[in-house]
Each structure stands twice: as structure tokens, then as C-alpha cells.
């Protein structure tokens, strides 16, 4: 039998997976993995305010990592500093300010290593529940913007001039990742957000031949990740976080054992 | 012969577009019209890719005006496509990037780029005429009022350049589309092209292929160099245009493009599209 805690953590990770899986494919098609890792960071920044304003901390997260994304979209159309650079300076700015700010409210006493690499262990109901709901309603979006998101990842042009809008698209895949990073920080943590939406997603490259097969082979992996992490951590006493993060980088490993000709479509079709 | 009647797809007039105070594109006038060709040319930052986004509308004009026909279809091929190796996408599965389509409209463009044997293949193992065949393909597949290629042979050797310009051709006959045709190659200018307007921030010249080779504002803006290689390739396969712009006859004589005369078949061209300015 497993315990009730045990229970709750593998739902609520699998659930998770589900989510970071597709969204994450975009994160890797559109090279913008330093990207999610940089809202990721912030929402340390989200933690604490969200602390000092007394709002839901969720609410806080999501609105403190739009907020850095929308930063970063208006610093990049100045120009000044590259994309890298920016990156750098808002990822570890926004995090060192939350935990300045932590440091700063000495009236309560905050479990650090629990945002930083989660505590999948301590989930409620409730926050299966909202994993549950906020992720059906990422996956609808997703699917709804499905088309027009991969045709501007593809090519952004392209689809402007085909009638698409791809700045909107583009600001509605910031959206939803700054949601999934609000949902997952509790779960896995602020440092290890950014592996469950790249780690899957590359798994899958070498087992697709086409973006819509490789974002449910994603949301497999990520599953199966989260499980074997979490089984992991039960049988060697291991920190669960960084143990799913672990056992998905093993099945990455694993992934590169397979012959590339096997999934992949052909160079040619013999006529 | 008549040509049947042509619809104007999209009419630009002294239209400018106005970023940070400064003109990127002043007083353009420009008419396509369907199962028409126009190639726009100019040395880079003239202008060349927001004079097409006035006309895809995906920018508006900051002064005169811009009519595009209602419900205008748009197909385009973009400049440079570099698709990350993590995005798996076969042929088959670029087709419907933008739009839904069913297997026979997809086998249906193949066969008509001559690319049927690659609807499995990854795109990122295409060479790149094979690759910008199925660009081509891609965009017709929408049925378009107007095709848009920016620079369609990039990448491209010198004998498959001829050969996709020879494709755009027939898909304009076949289709009956506007093409619009963006280059900053001066090399080749297909002959089928009705109209070229030569771009620097405003409209230099305009008109046939040849008058623009030898307009004045071209030369200058160009250089005579520039001019020389500037062959006019041509339907008639009774040549060959060599890298350096001279010519090689059928009967294996090399003359250079100057004495090289191109004898025009039956084409028509329909009314002419040149602007007279005042």
C-alpha cells in the first residue's frame, strides 16, 4: 500500500508532467529555455511580495513572472544589451531580490528549500485541484493556438503574412508559462521548473516525426519521469524534487541509445 | 490572343511607412495584378521587405494608401527558414502549417513542385532547392490571389536558380496568381517577369526587365557592373546563362549578354503596369 502523501505526490506530479511536456516542446523549439529559466527565477521574487502583500501566492508567482517576461520583450526591442546578457541580469536579479526581501520579513519563517526545489511530499488536495484545473485549462489553450503558435515558431513572417498574428501568440505562450511555473513552483521548485518543461520535451525529439507526436510523447516521459523520481526518492531516501529531475535526465540518457532512423521519417521514400 | 481580364489584387499609392522619424520607404506606387509578376530590386535597406509588408498588409502605411482586393489570399515564401533540428516536421506535415489540408491537395502541390517522392522527409534533410520547392508548395497549397517569395533562390546553385524561376512561371500560368518577387540577387531577373521596380527608399525605375537594365537611375545605383551581370533569363532553352552573365548558344558559342538578343514568344503581358511620374 502506499502512503496517502505518496499518493497525492504522484498525482499531482503526473499531472504536472501532462502540462510541462507539450509547452515544454515550445520552450525547445523556440530556443527559449534560459527564457522559462529566467521566469522560472523570478518567481522567487512573486513568493516574497506575495508575502508582503498578503495575496494568494499562486496569483503572486503568475503576475511576478508575466511581469519579468513583458520586461524582457520591451528591454529586447531596445536593443542595448543582448538577449543572453539581459537574461542573466533579470534571472539572478529577481531571484536575489526575493530573497533579500525574504530576509527583509523576519515576522515569518519560510521554508527557502522548499521553494527552491519543491515540495512535492507536502501537497493537498487542493493543490492537486488546482493543478488539475490550471492545467486542463494551459492544454486547452495550447490546443486552440496549436496551429498559428507552431506556424510563428516555424517562421514568424510566414505567418504574419499569411494572416496570423504571431506577437499574439507569442505573448499568449509567455502567459501560459509563467502559469505553469506558478502552479509547478510548489511542486518541484523554482531552480527545477525549467528541467520538467526541457528535459521531456528533448527526450521526445528522437522518438517523433511530427511536433504534435512528440508533445504526448513528451507528456509520457515527463510522467514516467515524475514516477520513477518519486518511487526513487521512497526507496533510497532520496529529496524527491531533485530525484525526478534525475530519473528524467535517465530516460534522456536512455533516449540517446536509440537508433535516430528508427522514429524519425526517412530521408526518402523508395518510389 | 486576349489575356483574360485581370483583377487588380493590390494597389499601392505614394504610400511611405515612418519608423523613429525616419522614411524606411517613400512615395511607392505599386499595382499587382492577378497572373501578373513584379520583382521588386534594390541594394539592402532599400526598402525591399516593407514595401512587400505593405502589400502581404502586414504593415500599414504611414502615408498614401494601400487597396488590397477583399479576402485576398496570400501565399509566402519566406527569405531565410532555418528550422531548428528539435521541431520534427516532415514535408507532408509543412503543408498544413498554416491551414488544414487533405491528402490529395497536399499530393496534388508535391507533384505540381515535382517533390511527390519527399512527402515523408524531414525538412531539415532537404537540399536546398529541394527545400524551397516545398516552401513553393506550401504556399500554393492555400490557392492564393498572391504569391510572395522573398529571395526564392537562396541557397540555391546557379542551373537550380534557372529551374525554380522556370516553376514560378508555371505556377503563375497554371494558378493564374499575382507574384511578387523580392531580389537583391541581380543576376538573374526572369524574363516573365512584367514589371521590375528598382527600390532605394523610393521607386528608382520601373518597367520591362531590359528598359531597367539600362535605365540611368539603375546604372548608378548599381554601377555598370552591376548592369552587366544583370542577364534576363528566358524561357527558350536554346542557351545557357553562365555564372560570369555571358551566354552559352545552343551551339556552344559564348557571347556575352550584350549581343546575346532574347527573342520574346508568345507571352503576353497584358496592360502595361508602368507609373508615369510627372
Given at each position: 500500500m502506499l502512503e496517502d502523501f505518496f499518493a497525492r505526490a504522484l498525482v499531482a506530479g503526473i499531472g504536472l508532467a501532462l502540462v510541462t511536456g507539450p509547452l515544454g516542446c515550445f520552450i525547445v523549439w523556440r530556443r527559449m529555455s534560459y527564457f522559462g529559466d529566467t521566469m522560472a527565477h523570478s518567481a522567487l521574487l512573486g513568493v516574497a511580495l506575495s508575502f508582503l502583500f498578503q495575496i494568494n501566492m499562486t496569483l503572486g508567482v503568475f503576475l511576478v513572472a508575466t511581469a519579468v517576461a513583458g520586461a524582457l520583450l520591451l528591454l529586447q526591442r531596445r536593443n542595448a544589451l543582448s538577449t543572453d546578457a539581459l537574461l542573466g541580469i533579470l534571472s539572478h536579479s529577481t531571484l536575489a531580490i526575493g530573497l533579500v526581501l525574504v530576509a527583509f520579513m523576519t515576522w515569518i519563517r519560510v521554508d527557502l528549500m522548499g521553494f527552491l526545489f519543491g515540495d512535492i511530499l507536502a501537497v493537498s488536495a487542493g493543490d492537486i485541484a488546482l493543478i488539475y484545473a490550471g492545467g486542463a485549462a494551459i492544454l486547452i489553450v495550447l490546443v486552440l493556438v496549436w496551429r498559428p503558435l507552431l506556424a510563428a515558431t516555424v517562421n514568424a513572417e510566414l505567418a504574419e503574412a499569411e494572416g496570423l498574428r504571431p506577437e499574439v501568440t507569442k505573448a499568449l505562450l509567455m502567459l501560459l508559462l509563467a502559469s505553469v511555473i506558478a502552479i509547478a513552483m510548489k511542486i518541484v521548485g523554482v531552480l527545477l521548473i525549467t528541467s520538467l518543461l526541457i528535459i521531456p520535451a528533448a527526450t521526445a525529439r528522437r522518438l517523433s516525426a511530427t511536433p504534435e507526436q512528440m508533445a504526448l510523447v513528451a507528456a509520457g516521459i515527463g510522467a514516467v519521469g515524475v514516477a520513477g523520481g518519486l518511487f526513487g526518492s521512497l526507496r533510497y531516501d532520496t529529496p524527491s524534487g531533485p530525484s525526478i529531475v534525475v530519473a528524467a535526465m535517465g530516460l534522456f540518457l536512455l533516449s540517446l541509445l536509440i537508433p535516430s532512423q528508427l522514429f524519425v521519417a526517412k530521408r526518402r521514400e523508395s518510389p | 490572343m486576349d489575356v483574360p481580364l485581370r483583377q487588380t489584387l493590390v494597389e499601392i499609392a505614394d504610400a511611405g511607412v515612418r519608423r523613429g522619424g525616419k522614411w524606411?520607404?517613400?512615395?511607392i506606387d505599386l499595382t499587382i495584378r492577378s497572373g501578373e509578376i513584379v520583382t521588386l530590386i534594390g541594394p539592402n535597406g532599400s526598402g525591399k521587405s516593407t514595401t512587400a509588408k505593405l502589400v502581404t498588409g502586414v504593415l500599414k502605411p504611414d502615408a498614401g494608401s494601400v487597396n488590397r482586393r477583399a479576402g485576398l489570399t496570400v501565399g509566402y515564401v519566406p527569405q531565410r527558414l532555418a528550422i531548428d533540428w528539435t521541431l520534427p516536421l516532415t514535408v507532408r506535415r509543412l503543408m498544413t502549417l498554416t491551414g488544414r489540408f487533405g491528402r490529395h491537395e497536399i499530393e496534388r502541390v508535391l507533384a505540381q513542385v515535382g517533390i511527390t517522392h519527399l512527402i515523408d522527409a524531414e525538412v531539415q534533410h532537404l537540399s536546398g532547392g529541394e527545400f524551397q520547392r516545398a516552401l513553393m508548395a506550401r504556399a500554393i497549397i492555400r490557392k492564393p490571389d498572391l504569391l510572395v517569395l522573398d529571395e526564392p533562390v537562396q541557397g540555391v546553385d546557379f542551373s537550380g536558380e534557372v529551374a525554380l524561376y522556370d516553376l514560378i512561371g508555371q505556377i503563375r500560368d497554371e494558378i493564374g496568381c499575382g507574384v511578387l518577387l523580392i531580389s537583391h540577387d541581380l543576376h538573374v531577373v526572369m524574363a516573365a517577369t512584367d514589371t521590375v521596380i528598382c527600390l532605394n527608399g523610393h521607386v528608382c525605375c520601373r518597367g520591362t526587365p531590359e528598359s531597367v537594365a539600362r535605365s540611368p537611375e539603375y546604372l548608378s545605383l548599381f554601377g555598370a557592373r552591376a548592369a552587366k551581370a544583370l542577364a534576363v533569363y528566358?524561357?527558350?532553352?536554346?542557351h545557357t546563362h553562365l555564372p560570369d552573365g555571358r551566354v552559352e548558344e545552343a551551339d556552344g558559342s559564348i557571347v556575352s549578354t550584350h549581343e546575346h538578343v532574347h527573342d520574346h514568344h508568345g507571352h503576353a503581358h497584358g496592360p502595361s503596369t508602368r507609373h508615369d511620374h510627372a
Open positions: - | 524606411l520607404v517613400e512615395g528566358q524561357h527558350h532553352h536554346d
